[in-house]
């Protein structure tokens, strides 16, 4: 014989088990006594909830139908047996859905209501079922659950709103709607592990609400500026966190793949957008506690200044690994901090260069339009210009003695490049050569027509002073000189 494959031990396995199930619900079948008080009660009240069909005065159905859900209630307190239990949940549930599709004076929260009490009631015919119910009984009622929570997810569109719009008053939005049924399953995995429909619920319910919430807390961390803002977004992801690990245990207990990796991927996410949060947070509360040191004291208190510091750099380590536009935002407030209030410019220039350097590393997203951004481009480009400014003067200062050394020599240039762009080009290599020499000196054909544009650009490259940085300094000086009157004159060919 060939030997069988793991997709035929897995069918051998399932048929075991719904073989398991459906002999378990005939050994309860046989033990159930219809005279128990639980079975009396409920069927006491199928006869209650029977006597609804055609009923349309409100009057009498305000009436009927609190006794049916009084009697099926007290049904399932007095249930002895798993199937009772079963069986009074059940119906129970089917009571509470049936009073939407009543014309009684229900509103919006009110059907909120009425479908948690149903959701709870199919969890607690779920949780009963597993020890006598068959798998197909199982399987109906927690698609039934399901479609329940579907349904409420998109009520205002649903079948029974558009029949009925009074249903849709006073629906709350859809964390509200999600979080209520939510709070009506099982909390403690013991309960939930114990039958795998209702851990399979609780997953998708808790990752369904987990998703919602998470949403809210994106926007925050994409657009949030208030601190009012980024505690709403700690006490999201303080909501979602056990959400997600509530999620993540039930879909591995009933090995839920998909539900697994996406439990696992949004957790990995919550991580990021809290350490975004708290970054965020801190560098508001930098914020605010420099505002109170610069406002509280006629001198600048250095300790609340360095504790501020420290807040700043607090909120940098927390963004550093995870959001590079909150980390340029807080290298931007260090920038600030230094330059503005402690007048260390080097120090302050160096973070706020930090905080570009980030800005322009996050492409293809643009922030120019920031104040952070813009504060740290203008100081950045002030910092530039004084720099460029000092240098110049530096280098204007060592040369002043080589230009006064170089004054006859200079003036000469001067008056060549005043006769023209061929005078200059033979007084240049005549008097000037680099290499000490005539024989660079250009040829008269060289030094006509077109050919002098081409002369003037080769000399300008050989004069540069790029070329000559080894040189001594009074050649420097000179090179200098040189290539910018021969620069001049060929923008005259331009």
Do not use: M
């Given at each position: 014989m060939l030997p069988r494959g793991a997709a035929d031990d897995e069918q051998d396995s399932y048929e075991a088990y719904?073989?398991?199930?459906?002999?378990?619900?005939?050994?309860?079948?046989?033990?159930?006594?219809?005279?128990?008080?639980?079975?009396?009660?409920?069927?006491?009240?199928?006869?209650?909830?029977?006597?609804?069909?055609?009923?349309?005065?409100?009057?009498?159905?305000?009436?009927?139908?609190?006794?049916?859900?009084?009697?099926?209630?007290?049904?399932?307190?007095?249930?002895?047996?798993?199937?009772?239990?079963?069986?009074?949940?059940?119906?129970?549930?089917?009571v509470e859905l049936k009073r939407l599709e009543l014309p009684l004076d229900v509103d919006g929260r009110e059907a909120l209501e009425l479908q948690a009490d149903t959701l709870k009631h199919y969890v607690t015919a779920l949780l009963a079922g597993r020890d006598c119910q068959t798998i197909p009984w199982m399987d109906s009622l927690y698609c039934a659950a399901t479609q329940l929570v579907d349904q409420a997810k998109d009520w205002e569109a649903s079948e029974l709103v558009q029949q009925r719009p009074q249903l849709a008053d006073g629906?709350?939005?859809?964390?509200?709607?999600?979080?209520?049924?939510?709070?009506?399953?099982?909390?403690?995995l013991g309960s939930t592990a114990s039958c795998a429909h209702v851990a399979s619920l609780t997953a998708w319910l808790a990752l369904t609400l987990a998703t919602h919430l998470y949403a809210e807390a994106c926007t925050i961390q994409d657009e949030g500026a208030s601190e009012q803002q980024w505690r709403r977004g700690k006490t999201l992801v303080a909501d979602i966190r056990p959400l997600l690990e509530s999620a993540l245990a039930n879909a591995r207990f009933v090995s839920e793949e998909a539900m697994i990796e996406e439990a696992e991927d949004k957790l990995e996410s919550l991580n990021i957008c809290e350490h975004i949060c708290l970054s965020t947070q801190a560098r508001h509360t930098a914020d605010a506690m420099l505002r109170d040191v610069l406002a509280n004291s006629e001198e600048l208190d250095m300790e609340g200044v360095r504790v501020v510091t420290d807040k700043y750099l607090e909120a940098i380590a927390l963004a550093s690994d995870f959001d590079q536009e909150a980390t340029a935002r807080a290298y931007a407030a260090l920038g600030r901090l230094y330059c503005s209030v402690l007048r260390m410019t080097d120090k302050g220039t160096h973070y706020y260069s930090q905080a570009l350097h980030l800005a322009h590393s996050m492409a293809p997203k643009v922030v120019t339009h920031t104040a952070w951004y813009k504060d740290a481009a203008a100081v950045l480009q002030k910092a530039q210009e004084e720099a460029l400014r000092e240098e110049e003067r530096q280098a204007a200062q060592e040369r002043a003695p080589f230009v006064e050394e170089l004054s006859e020599e200079l003036e000469s240039l001067r008056a060549a490049a005043d006769r023209g762009a061929r005078a200059l080009l033979v007084h240049v290599y005549s008097k000037h050569s680099p290499t000490g020499s005539e024989t660079t000196t250009p040829t008269e054909d060289e030094l006509r027509g077109d050919r002098l544009k081409d002369a003037l650009r080769k000399a300008i490259v050989l004069y540069h002073p790029d070329r000559h940085a080894n040189k001594p300094t009074r050649w420097q000086v000179l090179a200098q000189e040189i290539t910018k009157y021969l620069s001049a004159r060929y923008q005259d060919f331009k």
């Open positions: 719904i073989a398991a199930a459906d002999k378990r619900f005939r050994q309860a079948q046989i033990r159930d006594r219809p005279d128990s008080p639980s079975n009396v009660l409920r069927s006491k009240a199928d006869k209650l909830h029977a006597q609804l069909a055609g009923v349309t005065t409100p009057r009498v159905l305000n009436t009927l139908v609190p006794r049916v859900v009084d009697t099926y209630g007290k049904a399932l307190a007095a249930a002895a047996t798993p199937l009772e239990r079963c069986a009074a949940a059940q119906s129970l549930a089917e629906w709350p939005e859809l964390g509200q709607v999600l979080r209520r049924l939510h709070s009506v399953l099982p909390l403690d």
